[in-house]
């Protein structure tokens, strides 16, 4: 099962920071926090990771909170082509099936004009 | 171009026949994966493959099979025995076991 916990949908306004959530309050030390997205009918679009410390790269910006038992996604300047689900998963870095990307049902996030 | 290429992208069977969709990559990725997803669900996890000529299940194996005889290949067969096969599948790969994965766009098999 997945060890995180996501709003089923969230709405944003074309050209807003859209700000998404995540929930994982039994993340053990040594487990990563994964974000990845998935366009209607592709295949998910890898965005970004992190550990403990807050991460940013040309896509998006991730902060973990200092007990790390939740998140927040951030696509600073959202636009029509950000519709799409969130992914946000936890991930082991050990071996065999616990290091899977195990997903959940995601956050669909509606970008409008 | 370097990728994941998933072919073909849509694929109908009848019911009773085996069928086997193609994943190729040329990233030189070690861990390769199948995932299965049936409409309004998150993926699952079918098989993985950490290194060549090794494989394990994941989740949801019980009806189908794969092989890793070369690095770049992958290749899963949905069996007769697998009860709805009908759904979308993702195949992804990774520079190792604990690296991001990367996906493939998938194939839609239809059976009838």
């Known amino acids: 099962d997945a060890k995180t916990t996501q709003p089923p949908s969230m709405d944003c306004a074309e050209g807003r920071a859209a700000n998404l959530p995540c929930n994982h309050s039994?993340?053990?030390?040594?487990?990563?926090v994964y974000w990845y997205r998935q366009i209607h009918s592709q295949g998910p679009q890898y965005i970004i990771h992190?550990?403990?410390n807050n991460e940013t790269n040309e896509m998006a910006s991730l902060i973990i909170t200092e007990d790390r038992k939740s998140s927040t996604l951030i696509l600073p300047h959202a636009t029509l082509r950000d519709t799409a689900v969130y992914y946000c998963?936890?991930?082991?870095?050990?071996?065999?099936?616990?290091?899977?990307?195990?997903f959940g049902k995601g956050t669909k996030l509606s970008v409008k004009p | 171009d370097g990728g994941i290429t998933q072919s073909p992208k849509y694929l109908f069977r009848k019911e009773g026949q085996n069928v086997t969709l193609s994943c190729e990559q040329n990233?030189?990725?070690?861990?390769m994966y199948w995932y299965r997803q049936d409409p309004g669900q998150g993926l699952r996890l079918i098989y993985y493959?950490?290194?060549?000529?090794?494989?394990q299940k994941g989740d949801i194996a019980e009806g189908y099979s794969v092989s890793r005889e070369k690095k770049e290949s992958f290749p899963l067969t949905v069996t007769s025995a697998q009860k709805n096969p009908t759904a979308f599948y993702l195949c992804?790969?990774?520079?190792?076991?604990?690296?991001?994965?990367?996906f493939g766009q998938g194939t839609r098999l239809t059976v009838v």
């Open positions: 990233l030189n990725h070690d861990a």
């Open positions: 039994t993340i053990s030390g040594n487990e990563y």
């Open positions: 992190g550990l403990k």
């Open positions: 992804a790969s990774s520079k190792a076991w604990n690296t991001e994965a990367f």
């Open positions: 493959s950490q290194i060549v000529n090794d494989f």
């Open positions: 998963i936890v991930r082991g870095n050990y071996g065999g099936s616990q290091g899977n990307l195990i």
